[in-house]
Every structure is written in C-alpha cells, then in structure tokens.
C-alpha cells in the first residue's frame, strides 16, 4: 500500500470515527436533556431509565453497523472494506447486547412498580403500549441474526441460510422504530429529538436502497453482463466466465470479490461472494467456485447468455498493498483463485513464490494456468506445490522458511481455509513480518 493511500485511510479511519462518536454523543443527549426527577427517584424507576438508554444506544450501534456494510463508495474508499467489515462484526455483539438489556430491565423495572409478576408484565405491556407486537417481533428477529452470526452457529448453517436469517437484522431494525418514537419519554413531546432519530432511519434506509441495490442494478444494466461460458476445472469445481461491455470501468483487480446475483431459478434473490479467478479484462470477468453447496453445484447449470446482477469490487487483497520487491503468495484448494488473479497484476513489477496447499493432486486447480505464468515470468515466478496432509507439510515458520528464503522479507498474501491462515499468520509472525506486509483473505462469509 502507498503511503498516499496509508495516509487517506489514516484521515478516513479519523473521519469516520469522529463522526460515529458525535453521532453517539447525540444520541445520550436525547435521554440526558429529557430526563426528569422521577426517573431515577427509586430503584425500578432508575431501572427503566437504565432500560431506555440501553434501548437508544443499542439500536444506534445497529443503525452505524448497517451503514458500515451499505457499500458508500467514499467510506469504503476512505475506510477501506476490510476494516469496514471488521468493525461491523464488532460492533453487532455491543448491539445485541444493550437490546437485550433494555428488554429484561424495562420488564423487570415495571414489574416491579406495578408488584407483579414478569409474564403478567410482558402481557400488559404487549397490550397496553403502542407497536409492542412489531417491537417483539423485532427483538426476536435480532437475536436470530445475532446467533447465527457466531462462528460455531455459522460452522452448522449454509450460506443461504445465514444470509437469510442476517437480511432479517434490517426489518428487526425497522419494526422497532415506531415503538420508540410512540412510547420512548424522550420522543413524546419533542419533535428536534424525533426528527434527528427518524433522519438517521430515512439515511440508513436510503443508503441500503442506493447503495445496496439501485447502483449494482444501474451498472450490471450498463455493463450489459451476461454468462458466456461454464468451463470444467477439476472435481467438482468449475469456472464461471462473463462478458459484458467496458467492464474495465468497473475498476477491479485481481484478488477482489463482487457479490454476484444469476437470473436464474435459486440464483437471484441472494448475493453470492466469489472472489475473480483472473485479471479482469475489457469484456471478461471469471470467477472459479468449487461445489460447496447447493448454490455453487447448481452454478455448473448456468446457461449462456443469463443475465448477471454484480455488486462491488470489494475487497482490499489486492497487489497495490505490497511495499517490497518479493511477496510470497499461499492458497488452498480454490483458495488459490485469488491468487491466481492477483498474480496477473504484480506482473514483472515484483517476485513472487507461490504455495500451493492441497490434499490431492487432483484439487490443484488452475494448475496449468499457475505454470503457464510461471514459464512466462523469465523466473522471477516460482510455483510450489505442496500435496498431503498438515502433517507432511506444516505451515509453520521453519518449514516455509526452508521452502522460501526470503520468507521473514517478503509481502504474505493467503486466502484458504482459517486454520491455514491462522498458521502463516503464527509464521508471519515467528520471522518477524510486520502486520502491514501480511494480507490475507480468509476463505468463509466475505461480507455481510
């Protein structure tokens, strides 16, 4: 990464959080500047109190983490997307946290006042308080996104599945809008206080339906994408390649990733993350996918000439990120697809070893492409090819030292399983390699 570059998301990161924390100072100040004596005057009352700001500042942390995955193009570019995603799953635990704490304070608070038991509470609330119903809906609907978000519950789920039950955060967000501007003491009788907190809903709901939707149909109409041909790579793992017209105005690289969306049955209604298998051209784009599911296996039915909805590039795996001469490269199984395109951008500006993990030979795809490009290097590409078992070749620092002299001097940039990543990481780490010289893009969920 240049240092013009380092320095713009220095003042992004600034930016950025600059912004989220006024935001956050007004959203306290909603429930400071309307808080009475009677608010804290007894134990269930300052119960409540407490109840009401973990309600406020809660769903702001929702709102901000929605607006760190809506794909506004000065944010990602001040920010950068990895970071961006980074702190949008940091963020979501906080959130889910502070909603779950208003519910069991607002209903212990106000059982206690009234002296009676939490069902009976819960039921008189339901009944009494305006948009009670949607609000519980909501509430519940979070939790779920909120659950599935965890790593072992997503280790059990598809990706379909998941994205489902994430997509759910956003109607979990709405439905709870109406309950707090209706019941909440600091929007009863204060339209500035209303009118900042139902601004922040219409610019989070405008930068989803913009960002998220109008522009990726705009440019996927204008770029006219469409499927040209499915190649056979391997067992079970197969290329998808697209042309369109002027696609180099899309400006990606090798080594990012588009969400993409087939107008076809099963393909539509659900962005996939597939990372390009190539160097984009003028008229092509290729994304290479192995059958890890019921969506990538159906991809191999794709017919020439379907029509193809693509959100991004996203992604900062890219070869801009290197700062010195020689830069190593791992992949594992069709891990190595990014690797594969981001080769084709450091062209014969860098050298370049490339690890190759795999179980079987027969899962070392794209291999004659990585050779290909490495009789063409003149030498300054070099190919390793590493088949078994962990046991046989353990990715830790004596071993890839011993493969790659220059390992400790070098720019790492891995994409594979998360064990894999976790172990050059740890060797990366042994050697010395300074964190700004280790990319890695770690094959699961790209985005949210």
């Excluded at 901000?64 to 995603?85: K, S």
């Excluded at 946290?97 to 939490?118: E, N, T």
């Amino acid at each position: 990464m240049s240092e013009t570059t380092r320095h713009a998301r220095t003042a992004g990161v600034d930016w950025a959080a600059l912004i989220t924390g006024l935001g956050l100072g007004l959203t306290v100040a909603l429930q400071i500047t309307t808080m009475r004596k009677s608010d804290i005057s007894s134990v269930y009352s300052t119960i409540n109190t407490v109840s009401r700001l973990s309600a406020l500042v809660g769903t702001y942390l929702a709102l901000v983490g929605i607006l760190l995955v809506a794909r506004i193009p000065w944010v990602e570019r001040g920010v950068g997307h990895d970071r961006l995603v980074t702190w949008h799953r940091k963020l979501g635990p906080y959130s889910l946290f502070l909603v779950g704490f208003h519910v069991l304070f607002v209903l212990f608070g106000y059982a206690g006042q009234d002296q009676v038991s939490l069902i009976v509470e819960l039921w008189r609330m339901l009944h009494q308080f305006l948009w009670m119903w949607a609000a519980l809906a909501g509430f519940l609907l979070m939790m779920a996104a909120g659950v599935s978000s965890y790593k072992k519950a997503r280790a059990k789920m598809s990706y379909e599945t998941w994205w489902i039950i994430h997509i759910y955060t956003y109607l979990a967000i709405a439905l709870s809008f109406m309950h707090q501007v209706l019941n909440g003491p600091m929007f009863i009788g204060h339209p500035l206080n209303r009118a900042y907190w139902t601004a922040l809903y219409i610019f989070v709901a405008f930068s989803i339906v913009f960002w998220r939707i109008g522009i990726p149909v705009a440019r996927s109409v204008r770029h006219n994408l469409k499927v040209d041909r499915v190649v056979v790579e391997g067992p079970g793992v197969i290329s998808v390649i697209m042309r369109g017209r002027k696609l180099d105005k899309l400006a990606a690289e090798g080594g990012q990733f588009f969400g993409w969306r087939f107008f076809a049955r099963g393909h539509l209604l659900i962005s996939h993350p597939y990372s390009l298998s190539a160097a984009p051209s003028k008229h092509l784009l290729r994304i290479t996918v192995k059958d890890l599911g019921d969506h990538s296996r159906s991809l191999a039915f794709l017919k020439p000439g379907t029509r193809v909805l693509v959100e991004g590039p996203y992604g900062a795996f890219t070869a801009g990120r290197s700062s010195g001469p020689h830069v190593v490269l791992v992949g594992a199984g069709v891990g190595i697809t990014p690797i594969r395109a981001i080769m084709e951008e450091f062209r014969d500006s860098v050298e370049m070893d490339v690890i190759f993990r795999a179980s079987r030979t027969e899962d070392l795809v794209l291999r004659e492409e990585l050779d290909y490009l490495a009789a063409q290097s003149a030498g300054t590409i070099r190919i390793h090819y590493l088949v078994g078992s962990r046991k046989v070749h353990p990715m830790d620092a004596k071993t890839l030292t011993k493969l790659v002299p220059r390992f400790a001097d070098s720019d790492i940039y891995i994409c594979g399983p998360g064990p894999l990543v976790e172990a050059v990481r740890q060797a990366a780490k042994d050697c010395g390699v300074p964190k700004n010289r280790f990319h890695d893009e770690a094959f699961a969920f790209h985005s949210e």
